[in-house]
């Protein structure tokens, strides 16, 4: 059996239903490289009350030799906040399934759930979408036409920053490509809502123009929110992260 | 110190945080009225270690007597799914900052995060409504209107059915209005993912067109969602809910 576990965003976000599955695992596993990890591979293990052993991107997508042990034993494989939603392990489900091996999901919380501390309504927001780092060769801009799709609508937009993506970096790209188009979807002024280390201890939550937001030094992972019209709720507690 | 806990969708689904935050309180409250509960307070209370209150919509919402308690001792409020998803506690949270008493999010997953046991892909979901039960006269449509919106920049949409309402209604009220204003947004042939007791043991999802969907007798809380167009990953982990 192969459980795949969501273990949130701080260590002791863990379920009492994955704790009870880690107990039964013979080897458990750790994706380290999707995200800045806040804390540290012994604080989960005390938590957890198992040894972890960190694995990288290859051992995770070319499943096999993961899935000849689920075939085997019981073992787990830990993933920071949600299984599903930013790597979705679908096609290591997928493979699993054509193998006949039994998995078990457990959800956890992600960025998607703690974004709600902002006092932004869940249900006001459009498509998510994450800002890379770009290349001399390879700036892509679709985060920017998520944007403007969710503009369209009235919803707002969270962009979740590439791993060492600083937020000055991002907010620069969503300017440029704004003014390169020609069109006011995002310019220095824009409100914006920048957070820091969202769901754990570390959180920081700043609400400020583009320009302004872009001098803070902030810790990662970070995430940028670009709201759509506010409803007078959220706009009075948003006030609370005003600077 | 009021804490806020949301408790998931299952009842394991307590994380390791809250289950400390838990312990600490001198009396743990638990808000029943916005769901249908998948299960027994006491199988809660043996999961926490602790006897719960059920307390109704008045006590949360007129949150005085709840606040004057929290001034004075540790009180928690565990709210089904994340705290602040779907009845967000934001008021609540304004109300205890006037007053001085101090608050801690614990959150936890909601439907928002189960829904990715589809295979569709979280970050093209566009913004989620729910369905209430029509009442002579009292038949909205917005979560229509969503619908058209979320279409119009191709992304799927997850529709929440009211407590006790019946996939069959919900759907047909989707086909009502789309006939009524003469759009194709929705039809009986348009393709849907019917989701039963998401993120519980007794889960269940199916995807057909709207017309076999409506036949089907489903345990609530149920959620419907159309999805825009499928990306091949998508289209192919979907097969194994098609009958």
Known sequence: MLYLIGIGLDKEDISTRALKAVKKCKEVYLEKYTCNFPYSDSELSRVLGKKVLAVNREFVENASELLEKA???????????????????????????????????????????????????????????????????????????????????????????????????????????????????????????ACSCLGTSKQKIKFATAEKLARLKLHKPISLIVPAHLHFVEEAYLKRFKF
Chains 1, 2 share one sequence.
Do not use: M
């Not at 998520?146 to 907010?171: M, P, R, S, V």
């Open 71 to 193: 075939k085997k034993k019981d073992i787990a494989l830990l993933v920071y906040g949600d299984p599903l939603i930013a790597t979705t392990h679908l096609a290591l489900l997928q493979e699993a399934r054509k193998k006949k091996v039994r998995t078990e999901v457990i959800h956890n919380i992600s960025v998607l759930n703690a974004i709600t501390q902002t006092g932004l309504e869940a249900y006001k927001f459009g498509r998510v979408t994450s800002i890379p780092t770009w290349q001399d060769n390879y700036r892509p801009t679709s985060f920017y036409d998520i944007l403007k799709e969710n503009q369209k609508i009235n919803a707002h937009t969270l962009f979740l920053l590439d791993i060492g993506l600083e937020l000055e970096d991002a907010i620069s790209y969503l300017v440029k490509v704004s003014t390169d188009r020609g069109e006011g979807a995002f310019t220095k002024k824009t409100p914006c809502i």
